[in-house]
């Protein structure tokens, strides 16, 4: 299994419960996407296996070697005190349903209807428990609220305070922040061996803590978009045409996902150049980040138009360059 990047503290508050013998039935693993909160499950899954099983795990943290039995039968799928709960394909094989169905937490019963066959514990990591249709919550809070012995649930979720107040009552807690520039960068080179030192940079700074965010982002030309974005805050645009450049690339349909790039750089961008600032000039700098935030976060919620957005977000970039370079304000 890869390894798990930045979240020491979850780690240590996991392994503490563990090693104890104080480990909670159900932890509910939350945090922004693509941080790594179902490869934590999946690790912490493997690793309470492995315990429970033996030969003893030397190893630190969450990970169980490569060699280790437990290992080798979670990678073949075929442990049988592990469940994983996820949405399933269609039948086109194509698309995924919509949503964690309630036949398939009942399902669980099989593992629970018997003792544990190879390992001390039952593991059910779920990824992800915003994705369950309301009767399968209503199915899984019944196993939540009289859990059968030595059973562990691991469940991954985006947005926890969507969830039944009554599920997260009954889970104890973990949140994974963003990771570090470190920690993102080791994340990276460990997935990309073949990216180069620039493209490592570009996809951390762009991925802001979530590798699985800046993975995403790999061949959408970061670097470009970002030198696009210095031009406006350092050169001005006094005639528009960088902004209509600008606006008129990123709103075809196939640069959507530059698009949505742009969308979460171009806040950043003005957030970074804040940083650097003192007295009027940082509070102007402010304002536009509140600006910017604030269209960004809305852009796609509202379905605004792309090439409007991209012109307007332009612009205050733009604003952000000496005003000998610009003839005009950001909405001129």
Not at 7 to 13: K, S, T
Not at 204 to 212: K, L
Request: proline share 7%; aromatic share 4%; with cysteine.
């Amino acid at each position: 299994m890869r390894p798990l990047f930045g979240h020491e503290e979850a780690i240590a508050a996991f392994r503490d419960g563990l090693d104890n013998s104080r480990l909670h039935h159900a932890w509910l693993i939350s945090g922004p996407e693509g941080v790594g909160k179902a490869l934590f499950a999946d690790k912490a899954a493997l690793r309470v296996l492995a315990e429970g099983a033996g030969p003893a795990v030397g190893a630190p943290g969450l990970d169980v070697p490569d060699h280790h039995p437990t290992a080798k039968l979670v990678e073949a799928g075929s442990h049988p005190d592990l469940m994983r709960l996820e949405r399933l394909q269609k039948e086109t094989g194509v698309e995924l349903a919509r949503s964690i169905t309630v036949d398939q937490v009942r399902g669980l019963q099989r593992l629970f209807s018997t003792t544990a066959s190879m390992s001390a514990w039952r593991v059910v990591v779920i990824d992800s428990i915003d994705d369950l249709e309301r009767p399968a919550a209503n199915a899984l809070l019944k196993n939540l609220e009289e859990p059968p012995p030595n059973s562990l649930f691991l469940l991954v979720s985006h947005a926890p305070e969507r969830l039944l107040p009554t599920i997260r009552s009954r889970c104890r807690q973990l949140r994974l922040s963003p990771l570090s520039d470190e920690a993102m960068t080791s994340a990276l080179e460990a997935v990309l061996p073949d990216a180069d030192h620039a493209e490592i940079a570009a996809l951390r700074e762009a991925g802001q803590g979530s590798p699985g965010r800046a993975i995403g982002f790999r061949g959408l030309e970061i670097d470009v978009l970002d030198r696009a974005l210095r031009d406006l805050a350092q050169k001005g645009d006094p005639t528009n045409a960088r902004r209509v450049q600008l606006a008129q690339s990123l709103s075809l349909k196939a640069a959507q996902p530059r698009y949505e790039v742009f969308l979460q750089r171009a806040p950043s961008f003005i957030a970074e150049t804040a940083r650097q600032r003192r007295g009027p000039a940082l509070a102007q700098a402010l304002g536009l980040w509140e600006r910017a935030q604030d269209l960004a976060g809305s852009a796609a919620r509202l379905s605004l138009d792309p090439q409007s957005v991209v012109f307007e977000l332009a612009g205050m970039l733009a604003a952000l360059a000496p005003k000998e370079t610009n003839a005009k304000g950001p909405n001129g």
